[in-house]
């Protein structure tokens, strides 16, 4: 699986994560199937994760699965709330699902995202957490994702990007090339809307045909369709015309 530069971190990540948004949200009894997709494609080579408290059970059902792979593991999560206090709960969970450190921490949906940073930054400094990020879904809130963008408070941006959601490419992909910031593509499959037209490879390999994208996060119970997923990591990239072939299709 291709590596990118994971922006001024200097990581170098692996360009097909896994998300975990609904398909890590299972109870006790349910877990089985969530680590087996998360054998499936650590054998492949991913060793990026993302979460969020947003997500229900997800967060511990993703430490639990990680285990002692947890230390090579890049564990991305965020913090979704208004309140401060619960923002430290929160935290404190967090630590406990993974080890005691969070190697990204975003600001969930750009939520309450000055004051979140203020007492993040004095988690980083203490080591519980290595790189400091911002996340949100719509592309109405792209104006207050570029002012945190430019304040130089983070680190990583994630957005979402595939061939029906291309806001991104006009100001906030130009913005993290400029600022050096790593860039992550939620829902690089549409939420699974576009599924029922096209392979789950040929989606994952137009978003990243893009190298302003380091890393892609598609979520799935399925551990067939999680190999699939990241074996899409691999090159050859889709050229120019053919991408915008898959627009076109996607369109109509």
Known sequence: ME???????????????LGTWQTFDVAAGQERRAHEVVDAVWQVGTRLF?????????????????????????????????????AHSQFAEQLEFFG???????????VRWRDHLDWMEEERAAGRIGFLGATHYAASAFGEL????????????????????????RRILPLAAELDLGVI????????????????????KWTLADERIHVAIPATSSVAHARANTNAGTPPWPSGAERRRVVDRARG
């Open 146 to 169: 570029e002012e945190v963008m430019r304040t130089g408070r983070i680190d990583a941006i994630q957005v979402p990007y595939n061939p029906l959601e291309r806001d991104a490419e």
């Open 100 to 110: 005691g450190r969070i190697d990204l921490e975003q600001v969930h949906n750009l």
């Open 185 to 204: 593509a939620m829902r690089p499959l549409g939420g699974g809307s576009l599924i029922r037209r096209f392979d789950a490879s040929e989606l994952l």
């Open 3 to 17: 590596r990118r530069r994971f922006g001024r971190t200097e990581l170098k990540v692996p360009v097909v994560g």
């Open 50 to 86: 993302d979460s969020s408290p947003m997500y229900g059970r997800a967060q511990g059902v993703l430490g639990r699965a990680l285990g002692e792979r947890r230390q090579a593991a890049w564990v991305a999560t965020k913090i979704w709330t208004s309140s401060l206090g619960e």
